[in-house]
């Protein structure tokens, strides 16, 4: 019986420990040079935009009509700072 609880204690404790940021839908990569360059939609019109270490939160509109994997997808392609 002591096992059943502590097992059920346990799988409560993996379900409720668990975050919205595991729910962000995230696009990267990392160019010839190894820089890593990477999109995480936030589901609230904004994302979170890292490129050399630097993070930095940007609106939808600043995308430029772009898709968050096309915009890695050029970055590392050209092995550019992204700015918005």
Known sequence: ??????????????????????????????????????????????YDVTAAGEKETITEEELGGLTPKLVVELACESDIELEF
């Open 1 to 46: 019986m002591r096992k059943l609880v502590l097992t059920g204690m346990a799988a409560a404790a993996f379900l409720t420990a668990c975050s919205k940021d595991d729910d962000k839908k995230c696009e990267s990569c990392t160019s010839d040079l190894g820089n890593k360059f990477e999109i995480c939609d936030n589901g609230n019109g904004t």
